[in-house]
């Protein structure tokens, strides 16, 4: 032992209290160990959750032991449907970074972050928007919300000669709907709406003014979505198509192909239209030229993560968790995006010598979209048949659109979203075979499409398909063109070129390849 | 003393590195550079259109030797850089002024 600095009984009185302090420890652990007999734990789970924690007062008859647990009962199914919506919101939200990674990737490296920062504030400005006017316009008269409590809270549908347009109640979700049940309500709804005004900042990447698309971001989540979305969800006209009209069950759409997908497709290519393409895609004779995205790894990412969310988009549009129907829609949809991955994969493949990556990608995405709306009324080979046409349709759609009609679209957003959004729509009214949507807006009877002889339902479908057309591009074209005249909606040609990151952001994407960086004092 | 300029392919780097290594020349510079000779460059897809990638990446190889050892350089680069192929690279050389190592102060050929 080194040569120790203290006197010997220092060190003797050192050595004294370790060992004072071993036999302590020694005690303390034998106290520990005899200590918990007193109360076993349960490594099983058998004896955990059970009467005891179910609080019946001493001396209850049995009708008040019964009406006790007819409480707790109630209480537990509603808590089911809070956990569910709850899991919905946040595998939804997570979509977001989907888009983020997706669209970024397929964009040149100049303008990554303009195009992150987009899909970004979309949904800072969206919820905004959303929370002030949009949720009052879309749900204000959409009834009790039987799975989350029941109360009849939102119930002021503005209406004309008994059809619904939109809602007056909820705006800022003040007064009487503060209310737990339609907040979680709000969170699932918003986040869907975020969807749909997220998908245009793709197809108008690359050349459009930030300050524009800000104002747009308003205009989508406070407006346009909205009132669209009361007609077919907040028990407006189109879903009353049903009760009024005996066409089928009025317009359906589960979980938002046309609500969702085509609204933000189809605003999209109003979009692309008045913004014109990017500098340098056509050439003088109209051939496109190739602008390749910088990073096609995270965009495949970004789509994998789509497809995680996905499960939620869908599932939890049951907003039921008790309705187990919900194990047919997961799977259902997990089979429209794979046969439309394969099938974009081995269509590409076969036109063009190669397994494009970006388009088996946007396969995928366009079997999610396509099976979006129909998701709940089909079976599981409905949802391949779906799927593989989507994954197809996607491709010859994205060909269409930039070789014939000279739309520049960067990722593909009006080929995916907004053709097979209404693919979806229509989808519904032919393959729905009557296993499922018993009452959905007030009509009896199971959901069925015209292979099961539901020809009504169909037409309902194809009404709902025109109306999403014509009103989005009524509604979306006006916008851009005003737009543009009062304040422009593009950047300037050397702004476009030098790229939008360090013009309209104010810096690079990736800091770290700028040479010479020089601090400024 | 000779500056032998190797634009080479990437991919045969660290062989040349090697072969370099043994005939007493470890210290070398390399560049990332882009270009083609005859050949026109890659052809690409991107969605279904065709795009030309003109200029192909190179890897290009600095390292200055004594006279009396270019011939024994060159042949190096040349054995292991060569596949036969287009786009196998080109070497040039060029006359030296002065070297001078920075750590010692050394002129001439104590600096290579």
Redesign the interface.
């Known amino acids: 032992m080194a040569g120790s600095v203290f006197p010997i009984s220092a060190r003797d009185r050192k050595v004294k209290a370790y060992r004072l302090m071993m036999a302590l420890v020694i005690v303390a652990v034998v106290i520990c160990c005899f200590g918990s007999l007193a109360v076993a734990g349960d490594p099983t789970g058998t004896s955990t959750g059970g009467k005891t924690d179910v609080a019946v007062p001493q001396g209850s008859s049995p009708s008040q032991k019964a009406a006790t647990l007819q409480d707790e009962v109630g209480h537990n199914k509603i808590s089911i449907n809070f956990v569910w919506l709850f899991l919905g919101a946040c595998l939804v939200f997570f979509m977001q970074a989907g888009f983020a990674l997706l669209e970024t990737g397929f964009c040149q490296k100049k303008n990554a972050l303009h195009v992150m920062m987009t899909n970004f504030m979309i949904f800072g400005i969206g919820v905004c928007a959303f929370y002030f006017i949009g949720f009052g316009l879309m749900f204000g008269g959409v009834g009790p919300l039987v799975s989350l409590g029941g109360k009849a809270i939102l119930n002021h549908e503005i209406t004309i000669g008994g059809w619904g347009f939109f809602g007056g109640k909820g705006f800022a979700l003040s007064g009487p709907t503060y209310d737990v049940g339609i907040f979680l309500f709000f969170l699932f709804q918003v986040v869907f709406m975020d969807t749909a005004a997220t998908i245009p900042t793709g197809a108008l990447a690359e050349r459009w003014k930030f300050s524009a698309f800000c104002i747009f971001g308003v205009f989508m989540a406070a407006f346009a979505y909205p009132v669209f979305g009361n007609w077919v969800w907040g028990g407006g006209w189109l879903a009353q198509l049903g009760v009024k009209a005996h066409l089928g069950h009025g317009y359906l759409d589960f979980a938002g192909s046309s609500v969702v997908h085509a609204m933000g497709g189809l605003a999209g290519l109003m979009g692309i239209i008045v913004l014109g393409p990017r500098f340098g895609k056509f050439k003088k004779d109209g051939t496109?030229?190739?602008?390749?995205?910088h990073n096609i790894p995270i965009a495949i990412v970004g789509t994998i993560l789509l497809v995680f969310g996905w499960f939620g988009f869908n599932s939890v549009s049951t907003l039921n968790g008790g309705d187990l129907r919900l194990g047919i829609v997961a799977t259902n949809t997990l089979l429209a995006s794979c046969f439309g991955a394969v099938a974009a994969m081995l269509y590409?493949w076969k036109?063009?010598g190669?397994p494009?990556p970006?388009?088996s990608a946007n396969g995928c995405l366009a079997g999610l979209v396509a099976i979006t709306a129909p998701c709940a009324y089909v079976s599981g080979w409905g949802s391949a048949i779906i799927g593989s046409i989507a994954g197809v349709l996607v491709c010859v759609a994205?060909?269409t659109l930039e070789r014939r009609f000279k739309i520049d679209d960067p990722v593909?957003a009006v080929a995916v979203h907004g053709i097979n959004g209404l693919w979806g729509a229509i989808a519904l009214g032919i393959f729905a075979d009557g296993t499922y949507g018993a009452g959905v807006n007030g009509v009896s009877g199971t959901v069925r499409g015209a292979l099961y002889g539901g020809w009504s339902q169909l037409l309902a479908q194809l009404i709902g398909v025109a109306t999403c057309i014509v009103f989005v591009c009524v509604v979306f074209y006006s916008f851009f063109r005003i737009q543009d005249r009062i304040m422009g909606i593009r950047v300037a040609p050397d702004v476009e070129l030098v790229g939008l990151d360090t013009t309209e952001m104010g810096m690079p994407a990736y800091t770290d390849e700028t040479p010479d960086l020089m601090i400024i004092d | 003393m000779k500056k032998v300029e190797a634009i080479v392919r990437p991919e045969k780097i660290d062989r040349i590195l090697e072969g370099l290594s043994e005939i007493g020349y470890p210290g070398i510079t390399i560049t990332e550079v882009k270009g083609h000779g005859k050949q026109k460059g890659l052809t690409?897809?991107?969605?279904?259109?065709?795009?030309l990638v003109k200029f192909i990446p190179k890897t290009k190889i600095e390292v200055v030797v004594l006279d009396e050892d270019l011939h024994r350089t060159i042949d190096v680069l040349v054995r292991l850089s060569r596949t036969g192929n287009m786009g196998d690279g080109k070497i040039f050389v060029t006359h030296v002024e002065e070297a001078v190592r920075v750590r010692t102060g050394d002129w001439g050929f104590k600096a290579i």
């Open positions: 496109p030229k190739a602008i390749p995205g590409m036109k063009t190669h494009d970006s388009m994205v060909f593909g | 690409q897809q991107w969605r279904g259109n065709e795009y």
